[in-house]
């Protein structure tokens, strides 16, 4: 009978931290229309309506594709999933910028969401490293990633007005793209 190896505690303090730190790069991605779709709005000319919806749309695709990457963070591991969803979503934000229409930015906009189904990887992810006792300390602090809301706000708007709206595109794609590849290379399965 084949019995799971007890993680170590420095393994799972390291799947922890990055973890939370990526989910926090993640969720900063995920609501980034919430600053740059205001200079967007005025750009193209939006009404309330359609503004609403370009905001509203990552959110939605971040929601619905939760249920997809849980379900492939138990069959393929936390690790791979969760570094595959930073990617996808890194490509995705840094494509916005070729974004020149309404519908174009709907589009950009769904993949843009991506980020936001990082939750339920992390939350899959994480939990697997600490006994039933611990879990929810460790998802507590993996929550806490909901900060990376409060980095978009407070940073965002600060580059845009020095560098433009594409220019926090490019930067939110560039930090996740690296904040994937550190979490692959430093954490395990």
């Known amino acids: 009978m084949h019995t799971a190896a007890t993680p170590s505690h420095g393994d799972a303090q390291r799947a922890l931290w990055l973890s939370t730190f990526a989910f926090t790069v993640c969720f900063a991605v995920w609501t980034i229309f919430a600053i740059i779709g205001i200079q967007i709005k005025k750009d193209l000319g939006l009404s309330d309506t359609q503004f609403g919806?370009?905001?509203?749309?990552?959110i939605?695709?971040?929601?619905?594709?939760r249920l997809i990457l849980g379900i492939w963070a138990?069959?393929?591991?936390?690790?791979?999933?969760?570094?595959?969803?930073?990617?996808?979503?890194?490509?995705m934000t840094g494509l916005l910028t070729f974004a020149y229409d309404y519908p174009t930015f709907l589009l950009a906009a769904l993949g843009v969401g991506i980020a936001g189904g990082s939750f339920s990887v992390g939350v899959a992810y994480v939990s697997k490293w600490f006994?039933?006792?611990?879990?929810g300390t460790a998802l507590g602090i993996f929550g806490a990633g909901n900060v990376g809301?409060?980095?978009?706000?407070?940073?965002?708007?600060?580059?845009?007005?020095?560098y433009g709206w594409?220019?926090?595109?490019?930067?939110?794609?560039?930090?996740?793209?690296?904040?994937?590849?550190?979490?692959?290379?430093?954490?395990?399965?």
């Open 53 to 58: 919806l370009l905001v509203g749309t990552p």
């Open 60 to 65: 939605l695709t971040g929601s619905l594709i």
């Open 74 to 91: 138990d069959q393929y591991g936390g690790r791979m999933v969760y570094t595959f969803t930073m990617l996808s979503a890194a490509v």
């Open 131 to 135: 006994p039933k006792e611990k879990q």
């Open 149 to 162: 809301a409060a980095v978009t706000k407070f940073a965002a708007p600060v580059i845009m007005v020095a």
């Open 166 to 189: 594409k220019t926090v595109a490019l930067v939110w794609a560039a930090v996740l793209a690296v904040t994937a590849i550190i979490f692959f290379l430093m954490t395990k399965e």
